[in-house]
């Protein structure tokens, strides 16, 4: 799910049903009434990302799984249709953490995990094309979350193949930069949003490895 910020719509695609049915179609969410505009695009999947590139007025769509493989496709979505843009870029995984890096008019993606282990690697989307951008930083996760502040990507929590984590990451343009370690336990699958009425970044939720959290937490931001 994503917000399409022109249009003041939401958009949503794909996941599972209540039976774990694998899903590809596309909904919109305007004047509280949810309306399907497209059943061609995307192969079903879920544990993708979808991000809205407020600059170009597309919604970006990487990755997820099927049900038997990764995917490692890139898809853009202009409002009436879905476009196949990109097959090379970052690995076969799910999970990944994205957001649209308004500064540098890209999206932004971090990590995400195949079948055998979590990623580290950093990369930049722009104009359809992927570029990796860094290898060191938070190491291998998936299932963390990130939000965009503005001046900076602040990344929290996620899964490194062995333990939940709780580390919490600054991203401001080319490296990361890690913050102190004090706030949620540690956690993956959870959701973050930016207020920026308040300057401060939401956190609910997630899964600790052992059970489902229903938490909340905020983080005021210094830009």
């Excluded at 059943?39 to 999947?45: C, E, K, L, N, V």
């Excluded at 913050?179 to 609910?204: K, T, V, W």
Aim: aromatic share 14%; with cysteine.
């Amino acid at each position: 799910m994503t917000f399409d910020s022109n249009s003041r719509k939401i958009i949503v695609f794909g996941g599972t049903s209540i039976n774990f049915e694998l899903r590809n179609d596309t909904w919109e969410w305007i004047d509280q009434i949810w309306t399907q505009i497209a059943d061609t695009g995307p192969s079903p999947r879920t544990q993708h990302k979808m991000i809205y590139d407020s600059h170009r007025g597309k919604i970006i769509l990487f990755g997820g799984y099927d049900g038997n493989v990764f995917k490692g496709d890139t898809w853009q979505y202009d409002g009436n249709e879905w476009m196949h843009v990109a097959d090379t870029g970052p690995s076969l995984r799910a999970y990944p953490s994205t957001v649209y890096e308004s500064s540098k008019k890209a999206i932004l993606l971090f990590g995400g995990a195949d079948l055998t282990s979590p990623f580290g690697d950093t990369w930049r989307m722009k104009n359809n094309v992927w570029t990796k951008v860094q290898d060191m930083g938070p190491g291998p996760l998936a299932g963390g979350d990130m939000v965009y502040t503005g001046s900076r990507a602040v990344l929290y929590g996620g899964y490194n193949g062995v333990v939940m984590n709780h580390d919490t990451w600054d991203w401001k343009g080319s490296l990361w930069t890690q913050r102190q370690n004090m706030g949620p336990a540690a956690r993956a699958l959870h959701s973050m949003a930016y207020d920026s009425e308040r300057n401060c970044i939401i956190l609910f939720g997630g899964f600790n490895g052992s059970i489902l959290l229903s938490d909340t937490w905020e983080l005021t931001v210094t830009q």
